[in-house]
């Protein structure tokens, strides 16, 4: 079945930066859509990045110019750059995937497959 193992979360501070890693086993990876997500205590799960099969990305606006998703399907690897860090990015992050296109606003929802997380805490 397919699993998703996020690593590389941590403690920073504001300005500062971190490299999640998500790696997936159980399906061919190059060909299903994947994302970050990420949920803040007492918020909704959102969508952070998304990356379609032919690398295409897309970004929430809270994140753009500061986060960047990348994978490499030689290591089955999926990857979110985080840069310029501030406070309000503390959450745990996810990474999903899905064999299906699906809207960026929709990811959130309708993405089937996903990891267990991994913390990242910003002080300022």
């Known amino acids: 079945q397919v699993q998703l193992v996020e690593s590389g979360g941590g403690s920073v501070q504001a300005g500062g930066s971190l490299r999640l890693s998500c790696v997936a086993s159980?399906?061919?990876?190059?060909?299903?859509?994947m994302g970050w997500f990420r949920q803040a205590p007492g918020k909704e799960r959102e969508v952070v990045a998304g990356?379609?099969?032919?690398?295409?990305?897309n970004y929430a606006d809270s994140v753009k110019g500061r986060f960047t998703i990348s994978k490499d399907n030689a290591k089955n690897t999926l990857y979110l750059q985080l840069n310029s860090l501030k406070p309000e990015d503390t959450a745990m992050y996810y990474c999903?995937?899905?064999?299906?296109?699906?809207?960026?606003?929709?990811?959130?929802?309708?993405?089937?497959?996903w990891g267990q997380g991994t913390q990242v805490t910003v002080s300022s």
């Open positions: 999903a995937a899905d064999t299906r296109w699906v809207r960026f606003e929709l990811m959130v929802f309708e993405y089937r497959y």
């Open positions: 159980g399906y061919t990876y190059s060909s299903y859509y």
């Open positions: 990356i379609d099969i032919d690398g295409r990305t």
